[in-house]
T-cell receptor, first 119, second 113 residues
Framework: GAVVSQHPSWVICKSGTSVKIECRSL??????MFWYRQFPKQSLMLMAT?????????EQGVEKDKFLINHASLTLSTLTVTSAHPEDSSFYIC???????????????FGDGTRLSIL | QQQVKQSPQSLIVQKGGISIINCAYE??????FPWYQQFPGKGPALLIA?????SEKKEGRFTISFNKSAKQFSLHIMDSQPGDSATYFC????????????FGKGTKLTVNP
């Protein structure tokens, strides 16, 4: 149980295009999902916390207009990298935990990440 | 600044040996301390986690030791195997893991055959 799926797993696109990454909780409902960014050989850096039905909470230094997050349902959150540039190339990973309203103290489960390469 | 400090940065052990990775935290509000294992090109996978009401938790070959007064916790991998070669991250959060995780910088473990 507690499977989180990300799509696509790898995307290559030209500079200036927008890219959408999906994060789905397959067998549980998640009121909260988290989006991380990881550069090679580095740790995970939290970008934002995605709350179902409300605006995402962004970490300091993360451009909310650059990284659009939508959490329209209890099983799906999307991250859109707008007008992507080569410096946005990275490994993007999402995580989700069970609905906190009914299940406190639940661990986060991570997707397998999306490798984004901007040419 | 909430921080979790992890050491060593890299670790090489022989097959059958014990791998030990250490972490220290600052925020006493943290109440959930997981360890994640990450293979190249994959997302982190939850390995084992501990809460501050216990000093040790064991699951198979993996053991977490927790020292609340010192604000330190460690991961011990017994009988290390080449398949354990991966990057390990410690983390900490509040509210049992439902809040955002603060990660250590990671330890790259290599287990030689």
């Amino acid at each position: 149980g507690a499977v989180v799926s990300q799509h696509p797993s790898w995307v290559i696109c030209k500079s200036g295009t927008s890219v959408k990454i999906e994060c789905r909780s397959l067998d549980f409902q998640a009121t909260t999902m988290f989006w991380y960014r990881q550069f090679p050989k580095q740790s995970l850096m939290l970008m934002a916390t995605s709350n179902e039905g409300s605006k995402a909470t962004y970490e300091q230094g993360v451009e909310k207009d650059k990284f659009l997050i939508n959490h329209a349902s209890l099983t799906l959150s999307t991250l859109t990298v707008t007008s992507a540039h080569p410096e946005d190339s990275s490994f993007y990973i999402c995580s989700a935990s069970l609905d906190r309203a009914h299940n406190s103290n639940q661990p986060q489960h991570f997707g397998d990440g999306t490798r984004l390469s901007i040419l | 600044q909430q921080q979790v400090k992890q050491s060593p940065q890299s670790l090489i052990v022989q097959k059958g040996g014990i791998s030990i990775i250490n972490c220290a935290y600052e925020n006493t509000a943290f109440d959930y301390f997981p360890w994640y294992q990450q293979f190249p090109g994959k997302g982190p996978a939850l390995l084992i986690a501990i809460r501050p009401d216990v000093s040790e938790k064991k699951e198979g070959r993996f053991t977490i030791s927790f020292n609340k007064s010192a604000k330190q916790f460690s991961l011990h991998i017994m009988d290390s195997q080449p398949g354990d070669s991966a990057t390990y991250f410690c983390a900490a959060s509040r509210e049992g893991g439902s809040e955002k995780l603060v990660f250590g910088k990671g330890t790259k473990l290599t287990v030689n055959p």
